[in-house]
C-alpha cells in the first residue's frame, strides 16, 4: 500500500534508455520497410520538393524536383524498387525590359552536363549526370531572337537571357 501512495517524481515523466531503443527499433523497422539501408545512406542532404502551377482552362500540373528517389508500391514484395525517371526542374520565366530571363534550378548537376537550346519561341533544356535527369520544353511567352542567347550557371541555378525579337516600329494604318 506504501508504493501506491509515494509520491512521484519529477524525473519520473522523462523517458528513460529502455524507451529509446524502443524508438530505434522503431526507425530501424520503418527503414527497412521502406527498403533503405542505414549503413550505406549516402553523406549527401537529400531534398524534395515540387511546384504546382495552374493555368486557365488546364489541369493543375504538379512537377517534382529533388534528389531523393520515387519509390514505386510493389504489392508482391514488401521491399518497394527504386524508379528512376527524368524531372522537370523549376523554371520561372521573367521579362525585364526587352529581355526574356528563364530561371532553371538544377540541383546537383554540373555545368558540363547542361545542355540548351533556342528557338523564336521555345527553348529546350536538359541535363543529366548518373544520379538525376532534367529535362523541359519551355514555351517561351513572347517571340525572341535565339542567336542572342546567354546562359549562366552557379550554385544549382541556370540563368538564360534571350532578347525580345523587334519586329519594327509601330505604323498607323489608315481605315476606308
Partial sequence: MSDKRRRRSFFDKFP????????EEIIEHMM??????LDNISKQPFFYAFAIS??????????????????EDDVDSERQQV??????????IFEIDDMIHVIAELPGIDKSD???????????LRASNEEQKYCENIELPV???PDTAKANYRNGVLEVILTIK???NKRLVQID
Avoid: C, H, W
Fill in 166 to 168: 523587334d519586329f519594327g
Fill in 54 to 71: 495552374k493555368r486557365p482552362g488546364e489541369e493543375p500540373e504538379i512537377r517534382e524536383f529533388g534528389n531523393i528517389p520515387d519509390y
Fill in 143 to 145: 517571340t525572341v531572337d
Fill in 32 to 37: 527497412e520497410k521502406f527498403g533503405i539501408d
Fill in 114 to 124: 547542361i545542355e540548351v537550346s533556342a528557338t523564336e519561341s521555345s527553348m529546350e
Fill in 16 to 23: 528513460d534508455d529502455e524507451d529509446f531503443r524502443d524508438i
Fill in 83 to 92: 524508379r528512376i525517371e527524368q524531372r522537370s526542374p523549376l523554371i520561372d
